[in-house]
């Protein structure tokens, strides 16, 4: 079965999909030094990495990254 995620970046062009993947890379070695990342108001253990026009939010807990959304920004985003 397929997931949301893995939908969203299979139908992205080329360049975008190479720049999520990046991110998620980055998030994968080292989230803290990953680039723009913050922590989501009100939330526990739970950030945000911008790369471009995506976001990409991601739990940190106990030393295990999990990726919870990827998406482009927009007003509905962060609901």
Request: no cysteine; net charge positive.
């Amino acid at each position: 079965m397929v997931n949301r995620l893995t939908k969203f970046v299979a139908k992205l062009n080329r360049k975008d999909r190479e720049r999520l993947e990046n991110a998620f890379e980055a998030i994968r070695k080292d989230w803290q030094n990953a680039g723009d990342v913050k922590p989501l108001k009100g939330r526990k253990n739970i950030f945000r990495l911008r790369s471009g026009k995506f976001r990409i939010v991601f739990e940190a807990k106990y030393g295990k990254i999990s990726i919870l959304y990827a998406g482009k920004r927009n007003d509905t985003f962060y609901r």
